[in-house]
């Protein structure tokens, strides 16, 4: 089952724009990450942020977990055309193992 | 090795025929899991590894799916009988087994029956 629904499910913008994708989930969470995937291969992860943190930085990225409405936003600030690419949050579930969970992903297409 | 191997990267078999798909994780990564992606969709967690032992085999779609892994280290998914909504890239990503470690995934198999 899909733990995180990520939001837009598509986004496309104007190079130099910032790009902002929310996720949202459903149980209590360790942590959420964020990552990315270029041409349905492999996943790269991108950035974590644990329950007891309320934002992050790193580089362009900007994450924000709010663990009362039980969602996350990725900010990517200055889009280029590279960072064209699908991007989906995972959930690790508190408790017992740590059972990593992925959204549906949000399409991003960051138009030169 | 330097990241997480899969094995092979495509695989064209015809229905009903049994497939397997290997994957070699970051060496000392204890957690090991396995994901099915369809064409532009999300994730579907398969199955979890910690050491050689499965606590989650939840996400195995039916029983013609089962998936080991020995040595700690190298994994195989074993799907029998397979069948057309088989289709999908098979991720296989790796981690340190403690809180906040991030998955590192191989580039998949592409797994296409005919």
């Known amino acids: 089952s899909q733990q995180g629904e990520e939001d837009p499910q598509a986004l496309s913008i104007q190079e130099g724009e910032n790009a902002t994708m929310n996720c949202s989930y459903k149980?209590?969470?360790?942590?959420l990450q964020w990552y990315r995937q270029n041409s349905g291969r492999g996943l790269v992860h991108l950035i974590l942020i644990r329950s007891n943190e309320r934002e992050k930085h790193s580089g362009r990225l900007r994450v924000t977990l709010d663990t009362s409405k039980k969602s996350s936003s990725l900010l990517i600030t200055a889009s280029r055309a590279a960072d064209t690419a699908s991007y989906f949050c995972a959930t690790t579930s508190s408790g017992g193992y740590q059972k990593v969970t992925f959204g549906i992903g949000t399409k991003l297409q960051v138009i030169p | 090795g330097a990241g997480v191997s899969q094995s092979p990267s495509n695989k064209v078999t015809e229905k009903g025929k049994d497939v397997e798909l290997r994957c070699d994780p970051i060496?000392?990564?204890?957690?090991l899991y396995w994901y099915r992606q369809s064409l532009g969709q999300g994730l579907e967690f398969l199955i979890y590894f910690q050491g050689n032992s499965a606590p989650d085999k939840s996400g195995l779609p039916s029983d013609r799916f089962s998936a080991e892994r020995t040595g700690g280290s190298v994994s195989t998914l074993t799907i029998q009988r397979t069948q057309q909504e088989d289709s999908a890239v098979y991720l296989c990503?790796?981690?340190?087994?403690?809180?906040?470690?991030?998955?590192?995934f191989g580039n998949g198999t592409r797994l296409t029956v005919t």
């Open positions: 060496s000392g990564h204890t957690a």
């Open positions: 149980t209590s969470i360790n942590n």
């Open positions: 990503a790796s981690s340190w087994d403690r809180g906040g470690s991030p998955l590192h």
